[in-house]
């Protein structure tokens, strides 16, 4: 049973290092691994920035789309083998110092 449960958890953490796959990997029901300078200012700004989402011309928002940001869940223990070294954080542009798993809750 935990082998599965793994797996399946596993496969739904994806490791982003642009903006632009933040709120879609989300949407997708995924927890994101991000390069984040570890700031509380920037944790809540990646909260308000990923629930919002920018509607094109003519487009009109689904009721059922989740307005709620992600929120910091942990600082994996065991970090990404690469490190953060060269990434600027998701948020700010500063160099990152750590990876940060975020998500949503449903």
Partial sequence: MFTRAKKVYDSHVVKITSWKDVVPSLDAKNLILVPWCNESKCEDDIKERSGKRELAEGETEDDRAPSMGAKSLCIPFEQPSEGVE???????????????????SY
Avoid: M, N, P
């Fill in 86 to 104: 060269g990434l600027d954080c998701i948020q700010c542009g500063k160099k990152a110092q750590i990876w940060g798993l975020f998500g949503r």
